[in-house]
């Protein structure tokens, strides 16, 4: 989501949307888009310099709650620092931390069955992602609605790899 697309896709959204921006080349940032008959009053709103978080903080009826949006960086080093720092920054900004719902693409695989292949399993980051599904629901929603059904995100038909590495937690 770049600023100058920002008002083309805001007209085509009935709904309200909170983006994060960058104008790097090669991820464009996040976004969290609500429904436009849901019924809330934003308290406040988070972004990174880099476009890969965005956090609003909604109050509806009595309730407060966090909702963030994440675009994991596709090297496995950057990968972990992202997930430690968005943990961090998550408690930081987060008004209730009993109901935040974390969301995105995070270029990460969390369990076996999240992939064709095993090549995952090695991965640094996959600890410190769930570390931060910790900090939400402590659950991943798919696994929790699907048990183990593979729910496929992401896939190279030239080598023949599948995985999920869109997450709600």
Same mark, same amino acid.
């Given at each position: 989501?770049?600023?100058?697309?920002?008002?083309?896709?805001? #007209?085509?959204?009935?709904?309200?949307?909170?983006?994060?921006?960058?104008?790097?080349?090669?991820? !464009?940032?996040?976004?969290?888009?609500?429904?436009?008959?849901? %019924?809330?009053?934003?308290?406040?709103?988070?972004?990174? %310099?880099?476009?890969? !978080?965005?956090?609003?903080?909604?109050?509806?009826?009595?309730?407060?709650?966090?909702?963030? =949006?994440?675009?994991?960086?596709?090297?496995?080093?950057?990968?972990?620092?992202?997930? %430690? /720092?968005?943990?961090?920054?998550?408690?930081?900004?987060? @008004? #209730?931390?009993?109901?935040?719902?974390?969301?995105?693409?995070?270029?990460?695989?969390?369990?076996?069955?999240?992939?064709?292949?095993?090549?995952?399993? !090695?991965? #640094?980051?996959? @600890?410190?992602?769930?570390? /931060?599904? @910790?900090?939400? =629901?402590?659950?991943?929603?798919?696994?929790?609605?699907? #048990?183990?059904?593979?729910?496929?995100?992401?896939?190279?038909?030239?080598?023949?790899?599948? =995985?999920? &590495?869109?997450? &709600?937690?």
């Amino acid at each position: 989501c770049m600023k100058k697309s920002s008002s083309i896709f805001n #007209n085509s959204w009935k709904g309200k949307s909170f983006h994060s921006f960058t104008d790097s080349p090669f991820h !464009k940032g996040t976004a969290i888009l609500i429904n436009d008959k849901l %019924k809330y009053d934003l308290i406040d709103m988070h972004t990174d %310099k880099d476009g890969r !978080k965005v956090l609003i903080n909604i109050r509806m009826e009595d309730q407060i709650y966090t909702f963030v =949006s994440l675009y994991a960086p596709n090297q496995e080093s950057l990968r972990v620092e992202f997930f %430690k /720092l968005a943990r961090k920054w998550i408690k930081e900004f987060s @008004k #209730n931390e009993q109901n935040v719902f974390i969301g995105g693409d995070m270029n990460c695989c969390m369990f076996e069955f999240d992939r064709n292949t095993k090549t995952h399993l !090695k991965d #640094n980051s996959r @600890k410190p992602l769930i570390d /931060l599904c @910790k900090l939400g =629901s402590g659950c991943d929603a798919w696994t929790t609605l699907n #048990n183990m059904t593979e729910g496929f995100t992401w896939f190279d038909p030239g080598r023949n790899i599948k =995985s999920r &590495i869109d997450y &709600i937690f």
